[in-house]
């Protein structure tokens, strides 16, 4: 029997032209060496690594697309090579692989048919905004996108902020870039105000990084425009 290959978690970067901060040598070595990718994104995928491993022939190289309509057959066949011995790497749209992310369910599969996983550090999002918020880092939750329609996502709100003062915790969530402003409306209109909210944009990014917390009765006084920027949303009492 082969002996199966390897699971590498490789992250990615959050703000374009910063892989040379963010992205360590460990990474761009392991990329370097590795023929077989599975992706939350073809384009997204293929531009990274060209990036960080400019002398990597592109078209020498498979990029195999699981994203979040991916049923459980395609997640399953993306392993097939690894389990005849070939070493693999996850890559996700931004950030992570499997921090909300669909490689999660790649990686759990490989678990299930003996895979060797390494996951390797690299920008996260949800954990960078949450070690910049000054909030509880002992105890927290992620929520992902909140409800679309405007009563559901009110309702889904006095929920976090509830959840928040009965277990001591910090309730994460974020919104696509569009609905940001709608979102920052309906967060001071609806919170208390003297919850604390952390608006964590652009993360990483040199020149348009906004990681900042205040109370909702100080947010109200002036909101920032986040319209179309990538922004996690963080609140506390």
């Known amino acids: 029997m082969n002996k199966t290959g390897t699971l ?42 060209k990036s960080i491993c400019p002398e990597l022939v592109i078209e020498q190289l498979t990029f195999v697309q699981v994203d979040k309509d991916a049923t459980p057959a395609q997640v399953q066949a993306s392993l097939k090579p690894v389990l005849e011995g070939k070493d693999a790497g996850i890559i996700s749209e931004a950030g992570c692989p499997g921090i909300a992310d669909p490689g999660a369910e790649v990686v759990k599969f490989a678990h299930q048919k003996g895979i060797k996983v390494v996951p390797f550090a690299g920008p996260s999002a949800i954990l960078l905004s949450l070690m910049g918020s000054g909030f509880n880092g002992q105890r927290f939750a ?96």
């Open 8 to 49: 590498f978690l490789i992250p990615t970067i959050l703000a374009e032209g910063t892989a040379d901060q963010v992205i360590s040598p460990q990474v761009k070595d392991t990329v370097r060496h590795l023929n077989y990718f599975i992706v939350e994104n073809l384009r997204t995928a293929r531009r990274y690594v």
């Open 142 to 237: 992620f929520h992902g996108y909140l409800p679309i329609e405007k009563g559901p996502r009110l309702q889904a709100l006095r929920q976090l902020e509830k959840e928040m003062q009965q277990r001591d915790q910090t309730q994460i969530f974020m919104e696509t870039p569009y609905r940001n402003n709608k979102l920052l409306e309906d967060l001071v209109q609806t919170l208390s105000g003297s919850t604390r909210l952390c608006i964590a944009a652009n993360i990483t990014s040199p020149t348009h990084e906004l990681i900042q917390t205040k109370t909702i009765s100080d947010w109200k006084r002036k909101l920032p425009d986040l319209h179309k920027q990538p922004a996690v949303f963080l609140i506390y009492k």
